[in-house]
């Protein structure tokens, strides 16, 4: 069964930093693009970034280019966002995705998606 489950999520202040961790599993996923998505209360879920497995090539929104890194461990099947100098209109649920095709990541309408984890940033 094919499972992307995310965590890291949790409280921090204004400027402090969270990083949120997806585990892949049940297949291989060499071929895919992973994107990390946020869904702030009352508001649609939006793309934060991408990064292809099988290379380095990154892609991110401008809302956090600059303060959010996307990486990934191939030894771990594990994709990361680091997330640095949070602001409170970063408080969402972050999701994990992956699909085969990028445009479909960045659409929304990636394939596979995890639960999501809460991170939350205090004023």
């Known amino acids: 069964q094919v499972q992307l489950v995310e965590s890291g999520g949790g409280l921090v202040q204004a400027g402090g930093s969270l990083r949120l961790s997806c585990a892949l599993s049940g297949r291989t996923f060499s071929t895919y693009v992973m994107g990390w998505f946020r869904q702030a209360p009352g508001k649609e879920r939006k793309i934060v970034a991408t990064?292809?497995?099988?290379?380095?090539?990154?892609y991110y929104a401008d809302s956090v280019k600059g303060r959010f890194t996307i990486s990934k461990d191939n030894t771990k099947n594990t994709v990361y966002l680091q997330m640095n100098s949070l602001k409170p209109e970063d408080t969402a649920v972050y999701y994990c995705?992956?699909?085969?095709?990028?445009?479909?990541?960045?659409?929304?309408?990636?394939?596979?998606w995890g639960q999501g984890t809460q991170g939350t940033v205090s004023s």
């Open positions: 990064i292809y497995w099988s290379g380095d090539s990154t």
């Open positions: 995705a992956a699909d085969r095709e990028w445009i479909t990541v960045v659409a929304g309408k990636a394939s596979i």
